[in-house]
């Protein structure tokens, strides 16, 4: 049987978790489905990687291509490249693509320094060019700007952008979205990412649900400083919390939605700057949303990284202390996390396609290890009040992550009988 129930051919991902993995993941998604059934309910915490599968950059992949706008709109740089000749920034960009082949940035650098950069030459441009002094609220306009088009550069046409919903691509997305909707599923939503990409996968199951409008969830995106947590058990409403910031770029393009939904206002959390500010002012509105989210009820954290120092400051402050005594219960959320991203240090391989199933056993020194490894990462997060779920992808060269939504199926079944 598969980790989920169900009878499934042995797979690269089984290979890479064994069956004490397995094992252990279901023992944890069965306790994730009685945090449905519990008063508080669960909330759902989304990251970059939720998106993936439909076209949308990772951070890493987002800072670079950041990076690489910054640099071409630069006039310095287009005179010391082009001369006086240099045309429209299309132009420019896709000459410059062409001739360095996407570079990558500062590997060793991490993505908080790199935003840092960005802004600062963004500012700088700007300078150049305002006719009165730099305001901050020009600054953020500016910035915001450059991060709506990196959002936006996979397609070009606006009518292309919610095709991915409708396909394969967008599985994950909608199966998101479909707990959100069910009655007995997830109670409010925090995003890290600035997208609307699941208010319109939910506008979309509730376009075509055919129950009584009235009856249809009210769906409520708050922003920035307007993340005001609210209690929704009536049952009514959502809420999604942008406490990062907002950039709708689905719904807009739909044709979908309306009102202030549409509207892409603020600033963002982006740049070192910013998100120390954030931990500088201890009751700034997003950081009381946050704090009051993650006490009031369990949390699945799903596409995270928990790479992101702003949010490792308030977990691991709101920890129980008791969570890494072995005492699985005291864990308080539960967060998804991909195996293969540590298999490839292992096995010093950027294709785990081409590991061969003697290698995934435990008489292998590197499986030895990866499990090791794993179980490192497991103590970590347990003692910080997370329950980690491992997920694997079968096929290196399709990244969509089906092992994440074959566990969605599995928790709406469950909780639909």
Not at 174 to 203: C, H, P, S
Not at 362 to 382: C, F, G, I, P, T
Request: proline share 3%; aromatic share 8%; hydrophobic share 35%.
């Amino acid at each position: 049987m598969g980790v989920y129930g169900r009878p499934k051919a042995p797979s690269l991902a089984e290979g890479l978790l064994g069956s004490r993995l397995q094992t252990k993941n279901k023992e944890e998604i069965d306790r994730l489905k009685g945090a449905l059934g519990e008063e508080s309910g669960l909330a759902l915490c989304l990251g970059a990687g939720a998106a993936k599968d439909i076209g949308l950059p990772l951070w890493p992949e987002l800072i670079n291509d950041l990076m690489l706008r910054a640099i071409i709109t630069d006039d310095s740089f287009c005179r010391l490249f082009w001369g006086d000749e240099a045309g429209s920034q299309d132009e420019i960009r896709e000459q410059f693509l062409e001739a360095a082949q996407k570079p990558i940035f500062f590997k060793d650098i991490n993505a908080l320094e790199l935003a840092e950069y960005v802004s600062v030459m963004l500012e700088t441009q700007l300078e150049k060019t305002a006719k009165e002094r730099l305001t901050e609220k020009n600054a953020e306009e500016g910035l915001r700007r450059l991060v709506l088009s990196a959002l936006c550069e996979q397609w070009p046409e606006e009518s292309h952008r919610t095709e991915a919903f409708h396909n394969e691509h967008g599985e994950l997305i909608m199966a998101l979205a479909r707990l959100v909707v069910e009655e007995r599923g997830v109670k409010q939503v925090l995003t890290y990412n600035f997208d609307d990409a699941l208010e319109y996968a939910i506008n979309q199951i509730q376009r075509d649900s055919a129950a009584d409008s009235a009856k249809l969830l009210k769906i409520k995106s708050l922003r920035g400083r307007d993340c005001v947590y609210t209690d929704s058990n009536d049952g009514t409403e959502r809420f999604i919390y942008h406490i990062h910031g907002y950039l709708p770029i689905f719904i807009k393009a739909a044709g979908a939605g309306g009102g202030d939904e549409d509207e892409s206002t603020g600033g963002i959390i982006l740049s070192e700057r910013s998100y120390y500010g954030l931990e500088d002012e201890l009751y700034e509105p997003t950081n009381i949303c946050h704090a009051q989210l993650l006490t009031a009820h369990r949390c699945l954290f799903i596409g995270c990284s928990a790479q992101d120092h702003h949010f490792k400051r308030l977990t691991k402050g709101m920890a129980d202390p008791g969570s890494g005594n072995g005492n699985r219960e005291k864990t308080r959320h539960f967060i998804c996390l991909d195996v293969n991203s540590v298999a490839t240090g292992i096995y010093n391989t950027g294709n785990l396609a081409v590991i061969n199933s003697s290698d995934l056993n435990e008489n292998n020194v590197k499986y030895l290890m990866l499990q090791s490894a794993l179980d490192m990462k497991r103590d970590y997060y347990e003692k910080h009040g997370f329950s980690p779920i491992y997920f694997a992808i079968d096929d290196p060269n399709d990244r969509r992550r089906k092992d994440l939504n074959r566990m969605l199926e599995y928790i709406m079944e469950s909780i639909r009988h």
